[in-house]
């Protein structure tokens, strides 16, 4: 009965949160291509970074934007990528990474800053930019190795489309809840002559606060067998996707989990017509509604290593009989917690009669994960 009134509960929970059907609005990045000279870094050689392997310090993001004439205010995302091949038929390797000009400073997430500017977690935002930066196979080939000079200007010898797709996602604490709503139920001698690619930058807006991100990369070669080197998409000559989420920090969120210590809970069972106290030891499944302060972006939520409250029920069994109050910490995959159980315990009155109306209070220690990790889990199965 108890377990009843918890699912409809949270059923309605799930209703009053206004949520609709999903939209989706795709750009196709259709910006002006411009040579790429010492903007990302002026040691332009195979032994130097990005240059080497893709990696750029978030501390020069903003240097970088700069030399780009890109606007430093926005959000930006970056894909950086070198060929291996002059023909462009293979990836030496790519990166992703995303600036944010205004980021948090009173979040305490365990990430570095170099995680951080890699990860793909945006704080609701609507204004973005978006810059594709593609280094040649032989960076002393200087432009040739990409530039073709036509009629209407300068394009690709090997044409690449990018399309952004935002898509309106409802908040993450409502995927969880439905989740719950589930288990319940080379260095050249001149540098700056060297042009070691190219690069374009764009803008999109996004109509929604809470919004997914999906940033595709295709070649568009009229040579259909054009990019299938090793490691990419043959059936769509896809080079590469990544997906955002974009949601603002949030005060609460979602958790499972199960104490690792237990305690005694008495019950009564009739025998020979005189109830008799039964000893259970309690070990239950919890699902934890937590609380954050200052809010924290919900998908950094448990790389976070400030204590955070939350007020625990079993999923089965007489749940409003055992609730717990606790903190847990943010460990990356793991959240370790502290807490104390309100158990509701019965005794006897008159000798017959039960009542529940006997509160005890116990300690117990364990280990909880969020919502969000159990449900990507139960997708991959």
């Known amino acids: 009965?108890?377990?009843?009134?918890?699912?409809?509960?949270?059923?309605?929970?799930?209703?009053?949160?206004?949520?609709?059907?999903?939209?989706?609005?795709?750009?196709?990045?259709?910006?002006?291509?411009?040579?790429?000279?010492?903007?990302?870094?002026?040691?332009?050689?195979?032994?130097?970074?990005?240059?080497?392997?893709?990696?750029?310090?978030?501390?020069?993001?903003?240097?970088?934007?700069?030399?780009?004439?890109?606007?430093?205010?926005?959000?930006t995302i970056i894909h950086?990528?070198?060929?291996?091949?002059?023909?462009?038929?293979?990836?030496?390797?790519?990166?992703?990474?995303l600036y944010d000009p205004d980021p948090s400073k009173s979040s305490f997430y365990l990430e570095s800053k170099e995680k951080l500017f890699q990860s793909a977690a945006i704080p609701g935002r609507t204004d973005f930019q978006f810059i594709y930066i593609h280094l040649n196979a032989v960076l002393k080939n200087n432009e040739d190795e990409w530039k073709l000079a036509t009629a209407s200007g300068t394009t690709l010898k090997h044409p690449v489309s990018y399309s952004i797709s935002v898509t309106k996602q409802q908040a993450q604490f409502i995927q969880d809840l439905k989740t719950v709503l589930q288990i319940v139920g080379v260095t050249a001698a001149a540098a700056t002559e060297i042009k070691p690619g190219y690069f374009s930058l764009t803008t999109f807006k996004s109509e929604w606060e809470t919004s997914g991100i999906t940033i595709t990369a295709s070649l568009d070669s009229a040579d259909k067998t054009q990019g299938k080197g090793t490691g990419q998409n043959t059936a769509s000559n896809q080079l590469a996707s990544n997906t955002y989420t974009n949601e603002k920090p949030s005060w609460i969120g979602l958790s499972a989990g199960v104490p690792i210590t237990s305690y005694k809970s008495v019950t009564y069972q009739s025998t020979g017509g005189t109830l008799v106290p039964n000893s259970i030891t309690k070990q239950d499944v919890y699902i934890f509604l937590d609380g954050y302060v200052p809010p924290v972006l919900p998908s950094l939520a448990s790389f976070r290593f400030i204590p955070h409250p939350f007020f625990g029920v079993p999923i089965h069994g007489e749940v409003f009989r055992h609730t717990m109050f606790g903190f847990g910490i943010g460990l990356r995959w793991l959240e370790p917690f502290g807490g104390i159980v309100f158990d509701t315990q019965s005794s006897v009155a008159k000798g017959t009669i039960v009542q529940q109306h006997q509160l005890t209070y116990h300690g117990v220690f364990g280990l909880k994960v969020s919502i969000s990790a159990v449900a990507k889990a139960l997708k991959t199965k």
């Open 80 to 97: 950086l990528l070198r060929w291996d091949d002059e023909a462009h038929t293979k990836v030496r390797f790519q990166k992703w990474y």
């Open 1 to 75: 009965m108890r377990k009843g009134i918890l699912v409809v509960s949270l059923a309605l929970l799930f209703s009053v949160a206004c949520f609709a059907q999903s939209n989706t609005d795709v750009y196709k990045v259709t910006s002006p291509i411009q040579t790429l000279g010492g903007e990302i870094g002026s040691n332009i050689s195979d032994d130097s970074e990005p240059y080497k392997s893709g990696l750029i310090d978030p501390n020069q993001a903003v240097a970088i934007l700069g030399r780009l004439q890109a606007d430093k205010t926005k959000t």
